[in-house]
């Protein structure tokens, strides 16, 4: 039947007052209650009709053992719901704990092949690189301030390109100034800047010289603003000089 069909809305109506509707048609009928006025009117009616009849069924006190049956299904049906309740909390944090634990194992295995593929390319470029050794020096130039004792040392290395300058008591500066060190080549072929000199004394640094040659006659200082002369050669005076002197190498058996 169809809510449109006037004697089925009129039997709904009768049956939804006298409460013998069934579960679903009744949430069914007050759906369509709530909005329906026609369907409300009837309603009012069968309330009227009925009340007469309703009013004239004397009042009855029910037995102790009916109210102790109802009290007993409510408390019940609350317990059933309450244990129902506790299953669904306790199932939902299992299915938790077990989504965490799988997250975990997860990231722990991730983290754990990573750290193994970090560690086997570490070692594989740690086998690969070469040992560096170190340089060995061929050449010296003692290079002295005002005819006094040692002020720079440099040794230096023509076969690995290297010098290392040991500042024994440099002259002060001001903040402005530094020591630039140069190679002179022979036949008046100009010179090439080999860096700049420890502002300190007892302090020795190596760099890299790949301009540096056994064919150097010698070793100047020029006296030059911070940060070192701006052009080929030095810009400010040219104060200390020392020889480079090749050193024997023992003969080798």
Excluded: C
């Excluded at 209650?33 to 309603?43: H, Y």
């Excluded at 000199?197 to 540096?212: E, H, K, Q, Y």
């Amino acid at each position: 039947m169809s809510f449109h069909d006037p004697q089925w809305r009129d039997t709904q109506a009768g049956e939804y007052v006298l409460g013998t509707l069934p579960a679903d048609e009744h949430r069914q009928f007050e759906r369509e209650l709530e909005t329906d006025r026609n369907l409300q009117d009837l309603v009012t009616d069968w309330q009227e009709r009925l009340q007469p009849l309703a009013d004239a069924i004397p009042a009855a006190q029910p037995h102790p053992q009916v109210w102790q049956r109802i009290v007993d299904s409510i408390q019940l049906d609350e317990n059933l719901r309450n244990e129902n309740l506790l299953r669904l909390h306790e199932r939902q944090l299992t299915e938790k704990l077990q989504r965490q634990h799988r997250q975990e194992t997860m990231t722990w295995k991730f983290f754990t092949t990573v750290a193994t593929a970090a560690s086997l390319v570490l070692g594989l470029a740690l086998w690969q690189q070469p040992v560096s050794t170190p340089p060995q020096y061929d050449a010296v130039s003692v290079i002295t301030a005002d005819d006094s004792d040692a002020t720079w040392v440099v040794d230096a290395s023509l076969r690995d390109k290297k010098i290392r300058i040991t500042s024994i008591a440099p002259p002060a500066l001001d903040d402005d100034q530094v020591h630039q060190l140069w190679m002179v080549r022979p036949d008046q072929q100009g010179v090439v800047s080999l860096g700049l000199l420890p502002r300190t004394g007892n302090t020795a640094i190596v760099l890299d010289a790949f301009s540096i040659d056994g064919n150097a006659i010698a070793l100047a200082i020029s006296l030059e603003p911070a940060g070192g002369s701006r052009l080929a050669g030095p810009s400010g005076p040219v104060l200390y000089q020392g020889v480079l002197t090749r050193l024997e190498q023992p003969e080798s058996f």
